[in-house]
């Protein structure tokens, strides 16, 4: 809790620690009203600081502290000092031991972070800044140290005692307690060190690696998910081989543990030989778990798997480079993903995702540079513009050297930088070196924050047969910086012809074997490229692949929508025209007349889609997604929301109303059959019926709410069932919609995952999720504060997904989420933060709604208390 104002942490002030510490000797006594740390660290100064006569200065957080003792002699009260949040030792040698006791009260810790309880066993969140609630420490990444562990519990209650790296020593103690020492024999951050206690199930495989070595593979869950380990272990086990394939990367520890756990700030963790996750982001079976959940769960075992050597062996030097770590290893985890199933429907769901959140981020007020220059609560930080633009920076190089030369820089980069914590200037480095390229401009994306804006235009020549297009770049303003400099931007492009075919692209004259695709270098605020031999006036295919994170401003004629939608040998550009094409209908319809005419292209492109049985079907399915709200609103000034909804919605209810019979043929003909698949073309199958049964329901279909009514009842596996469910929940068939939710609910309700999934259905849901219902969502038995999913899964989806009924024009929507964040502020702050999220963008709104939102937001400003994870973001938001 907050006692004074928050300090700003500035990146200029960086100094190296003034003390090392070379080995973490720690025992945690665990009992049910508490738990005793005892930690004992083997310190020395550091000789690459210049403060020479500093204070040991150990940072600490909710600490009770019993003792300090210095090599061994307890130290009487005036020889330290406990300020709370620092223990100070003012006079130490060289090189000491020092050995602090404290106690902590995990049994009542609902922040989530350092030791807590959840459903009865003990666990650890230590990132960013967690170790220090757990004892006194100099907690930073760039103090590495070597761990030994040893933990005591009662031996019935907590059967598994598990921490980082190897079990070197068991027992049993007196009054039915019970020991397991771990050691760790690879240094690491304090950020990465975790304990788990509780009576948990373990599953077991083990892994060959490309040296012969065996690794057992571990996973530890309640044991009523006992069945629902095997995709993540599957998963786990591709990642692994996969790294050893893409990266060179193999596993260091003899030991790989997964946990499960269901209360979680975040989706996982990546602590060092002992994984854990969230639930929802780990456990899986047909009935219970989504393809969606189960492309996820692949998706974040990869990632943390990944941290291994991006993150673990290689980690960073502060908390501003915590892009080094994730963007890198969010590059990975989408490559990784892109190899198991379809490379363009993974560019497809990054780029979705990118430019609807991230986007939005980098517009507002919290808008930061992929390395901030300053914060004041690191939690804050762990954003899309960290995660995600830090992945496409890393993909930016990649397109720039070439697949080889960015194995050599990344193979470079780990040898030479193994067991250290650097920045993201040297794993740039290690890219230039190994290449031979200057990435100099290059480095302005991590310095410079906001969505640079490509402004195109261009112009044929029939007479010389050239074609010019002028590309010029402009970066916006955003807090605290303006006047930006041009980035180096790498820009992939191909021509079409009329008759569709890709044009040889030509710079220089004659030039008839010249490529059909090229990579364009923006390094200037301004570039005019010229192609020559063209014989009529071409489409431009422009960005393809999303070859940049920028916004693209040229403008498209819907005939050239059309025409790319059906021949741009990319996919990803035909997907994209097929949004922009959509984008462009919605937009003219916002406000318009009930009775305007929606272009009747747009169905015909839809029909053709939906009826060719030889296109990519995977790709098919995305294509069918309108872009959602969030989308539309990102692109709009002053948005009116429920304009833009019912706008959408008259889309939607107009191609499903054109399209029932191509609808209806497309549904029967994916029915599928034999047994269950997680691959995608199973995965393309469900999402097209589920599309067509969802748009069908969108216009009251009777034959459509039969189909829906049986899937509901037949369905094998969570996808058809919680698609069957989606449609009914979002149909104006309201008997219909309570018989299911309730039969629904009556069978799984013991389970909590699925139980989140029937929260968020109603919560997103306009029909389902009114203020109203929401309220008594709250209200439900199953419905917990204490659950981070719980909270996101009802008021998250509310706030996030349930556009219309958030932006109520009374300002209803506003008022409630204000007061569930000033509620979460004093039991989660890290929650709370993040649910704030959509009142921080008050700016982007209609100004009636914008003014309701900036009040809702004084009044989380005016509660008193604040926690710095709110007071940070609010403040922020009101600049
Ligand atoms: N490093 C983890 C995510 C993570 C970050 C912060 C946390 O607590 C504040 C917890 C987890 C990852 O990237 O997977
Ligand atoms: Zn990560």
């Known amino acids: 809790m907050r006692t004074s104002q928050p300090q700003?942490?500035?990146?200029?002030?960086?100094?190296?620690?003034?003390?090392?510490?070379?080995?973490?000797?720690?025992?945690?006594?665990?009992?049910?009203d508490g738990a005793r740390v005892h930690s004992t660290l083997e310190l020395r100064r550091n000789p690459e600081s210049d403060e020479t006569a500093a204070p040991l200065e150990l940072d600490g957080d909710s600490l009770t502290l019993e003792s300090v003792a210095l090599n061994g002699a307890e130290l009487a009260a005036g020889d330290y000092e406990d300020r709370g949040d620092q223990l100070v030792v003012r006079s130490v040698p060289e090189q000491f031991t020092l050995t602090v006791v404290t106690w902590i009260e995990p049994q009542n810790n609902t922040r989530l972070e350092g030791l807590y309880k959840s459903s009865g066993m003990f666990c650890t969140q230590c990132e960013a800044e967690g170790f220090r609630c757990i004892t006194f420490f100099p907690d930073r990444p760039d103090v590495m140290a070597r761990f030994r562990t040893r933990i005591e519990a009662n031996?019935?209650?907590?059967?598994?005692?598990l921490s980082n790296g190897n079990d070197v020593e068991k027992g049993e103690l007196e009054n039915g307690r019970h020991f397991v020492t771990w050691e760790d024999?690879?240094?690491?951050?304090?950020?990465?060190?975790?304990?788990?206690?509780?009576?948990?199930?373990?599953?077991?495989?083990?892994?060959?690696t490309c040296s012969g070595r065996d690794i057992d593979l571990r996973m530890y869950v309640e044991p009523r998910n006992a069945e629902k380990c095997d995709h993540a272990m599957d998963s786990l086990k591709r990642s692994m081989r996969w790294d050893e394939e893409v990266y060179g990367?193999?596993?260091?520890?003899?030991?790989?543990?997964?946990?499960?756990?269901?209360?979680?700030?975040?989706?996982?963790?990546?602590?060092?030989?002992?994984?854990?996750?969230n639930s929802s982001c780990v456990l899986a079976s047909q009935e219970t778990a989504t393809d969606l959940a189960f492309q996820r769960i692949e998706a974040i075992v990869a990632h943390e798997y990944f941290h291994n050597w991006s993150g673990n062996r290689v980690t960073c030097r502060d908390w501003f480079q915590l892009s080094l770590k994730e963007g890198f290893t969010v590059f990975r985890d989408s490559q990784f993903s892109a190899d198991m199933g379809s490379p363009t429907v993974k560019r497809i769901e990054d780029v979705t995702l990118l430019r609807t959140a991230q986007f939005a981020e980098d517009g507002g007020p919290m808008s930061h540079p992929v390395r901030p220059a300053s914060y004041m609560e690191i939690s804050n930080f762990y954003t899309l513009t960290i995660y995600e633009k830090g992945a496409e920076v890393v993909r930016m190089i990649h397109t720039l050297l070439g697949p080889d030369m960015f194995r050599k820089g990344s193979d470079l980069y780990f040898k030479r930088h193994d067991g250290q914590a650097v920045t993201t200037d040297d794993f740039v480095k290690a890219m230039e070196d190994a290449s031979g390229r200057d990435l100099s401009q290059f480095r302005l994306w991590y310095e410079q924050a906001g969505t640079p804006v490509l402004a195109i235009s261009d112009d044929f020549d029939a007479e010389t047969g050239v074609y010019r297009l002028t590309i010029e770049q402009s970066i916006p303003d955003t807090p605290g910086q303006t006047n930006k400099k041009p980035q180096h931007i790498p820009f992939a492009l191909g021509l079409l012809g009329q008759d569709g075919q890709p044009l040889p692209l030509q710079l220089e004259s004659g030039d008839s074997g010249a490529p059909t695709e090229r990579v364009l270098e923006l390094t200037e605020a301004v570039h005019t490229f010229e192609f020559h031999g063209v014989e009529s006036r071409p489409v431009p295919s422009l960005l393809r692949h999303f070859s940049a994170p920028v916004r693209v401003r040229y403008n498209w004629t819907r005939e050239q929508l059309l025409f790319l939608m059906s021949h741009d040998p990319d996919g990803f550009n035909r997907w994209d025209a097929g949004q922009?094409?959509?984008?462009?209908?919605?937009?003219?319809?916002?406000?318009?007349?009930?009775?305007?005419?929606?272009?009747?292209?747009?169905?015909?492109?839809?029909?053709?889609?939906?009826?060719?049985?030889?296109?990519?079907?995977?790709?098919?399915?995305?294509?069918?997604?309108?872009?959602?709200e969030a989308y539309l609103i990102e692109l709009t000034d002053k948005a009116d929301v429920p304009a833009i909804h019912r706008a959408r919605e008259a889309v939607l209810r107009h191609l499903a109303g054109a399209l029932k019979g191509e609808?209806?043929?497309?549904?029967?003909?994916?029915?599928?059959?034999?047994?269950y698949e997680v691959t995608p073309e199973a995965i393309a199958r469900r999402s097209l019926r589920n599309t067509a049964l969802a748009w069908l329901l969108m216009i009251d279909d009777e034959e459509g709410r039969g189909l829906a009514v049986s899937q509901l009842n037949a369905a094998d596996n969570m996808t058809d069932r919680m698609g069957a469910l989606r449609a009914l929940v979002n149909s104006g068939y309201e008997a219909d919609r309570q018989k299911a939710l309730d039969h629904f609910y009556d069978r799984f309700q013991d389970d909590p995952q699925v139980v989140e999934q029937w929260f968020s259905v109603q919560a997103s849901s306009d029909q389902a999720g009114q203020l109203a219902d929401i309220r008594k969502l709250l209200e439900h038995p199953a419905f917990d504060w204490k659950n981070p999913n719980k909270i996101r899964s009802v008021v998250g989806a509310f706030a996030g997904?349930?556009?219309?009924?958030?932006?109520?024009?009374?300002?209803?929507?506003?008022?409630?989420?204000?007061?569930?964040?000033?509620?979460?502020?004093?039991?989660?702050?890290?929650?709370?933060?993040?649910?704030?999220?959509?009142?921080?963008?008050?700016?982007?709104?209609?100004?009636?709604?914008?003014?309701?939102?900036?009040?809702?937001?004084?009044?989380?400003?005016d509660k008193s208390g604040l926690s710095r994870d709110v007071y940070e973001v609010v403040h922020k938001s009101l600049a």
């Open 8 to 32: 700003t942490i500035y990146l200029s002030d960086y100094k190296v620690p003034a003390y090392l510490v070379d080995t973490v000797d720690l025992r945690f006594e665990l009992f049910e």
């Open 155 to 161: 031996k019935d209650a907590y059967p598994v005692l």
């Open 185 to 208: 024999p690879f240094p690491k951050p304090c950020y990465l060190f975790a304990l788990v206690a509780g009576d948990l199930v373990e599953k077991r495989d083990t892994f060959s």
């Open 249 to 277: 990367r193999e596993y260091d520890l003899d030991i790989f543990m997964i946990v499960a756990v269901d209360d979680f700030n975040m989706g996982a963790m990546e602590n060092k030989g002992l994984n854990i996750f």
């Open 580 to 628: 922009r094409l959509a984008v462009d209908v919605i937009q003219s319809l916002v406000n318009a007349p009930d009775d305007a005419e929606i272009d009747p292209r747009l169905v015909e492109a839809y029909r053709k889609l939906i009826s060719d049985a030889d296109l990519d079907q995977a790709l098919v399915a995305k294509m069918l997604q309108l872009p959602s």
């Open 663 to 675: 609808l209806l043929g497309c549904y029967q003909r994916h029915q599928g059959s034999g047994p």
């Open 801 to 861: 997904q349930n556009l219309a009924a958030f932006h109520k024009p009374d300002g209803s929507g506003y008022e409630f989420l204000a007061d569930q964040v000033c509620r979460l502020d004093d039991s989660n702050p890290q929650i709370a933060a993040r649910l704030a999220t959509p009142l921080t963008r008050w700016r982007k709104f209609a100004p009636a709604y914008s003014a309701q939102m900036k009040s809702a937001l004084e009044r989380i400003r």
